[in-house]
């Protein structure tokens, strides 16, 4: 069993920057990949960004590519999503997601929900105009 835990949200005005971080209670090494999704009230869960320990090139949807960084720390088991310029579209709850087998070993797309296993409760992203 792997807990996840985020911390890092809170509330800024457009074009400001946020860093989450998400630490794995178990060693990173039984998680292939970790990530990161966001839910805005009325809305489905949606990926953000993922990465994964196999060497393959981090992940990211369309609508923060060049904004978002995710960044992995094996030594401390943690995820961090740095993210810059932010919009009032990206206010959402950011959920820190891991999974011992990437998604795409049993034919699944990064950005499914469904192929990540254990998740972190959440934490809170509100951006102002």
């Known amino acids: 069993q792997v807990r996840l835990v985020e911390s890092g949200g809170g509330s800024v005005q457009a074009g400001g920057s946020l860093r989450l971080s998400c630490v794995a209670s178990?060693?990173?090494?039984?998680?292939?990949?970790m990530g990161w999704f966001r839910q805005a009230p009325g809305k489905q869960r949606e990926g953000v960004a993922l990465?994964?320990?196999?060497?393959?090139?981090?992940y990211y949807a369309d609508s923060v590519k060049g904004r978002f960084t995710i960044t992995l720390v094996h030594a401390e088991n943690t995820v961090h999503l740095q993210m810059h310029s932010l919009k009032p579209e990206d206010t959402a709850m950011y959920y820190c997601?891991?999974?011992?087998?990437?998604?795409?070993?049993?034919?699944?797309?990064?950005?499914?929900?469904?192929?990540?296993?254990?998740w972190g409760q959440g934490t809170q992203v509100t951006v102002s105009s």
């Open positions: 178990a060693y990173y090494y039984t998680s292939a990949c």
């Open positions: 990465i994964c320990s196999h060497g393959r090139a981090p």
């Open positions: 997601a891991a999974d011992p087998t990437p998604p795409w070993d049993h034919g699944g797309r990064w950005n499914d929900p469904s192929n990540l296993g254990y």
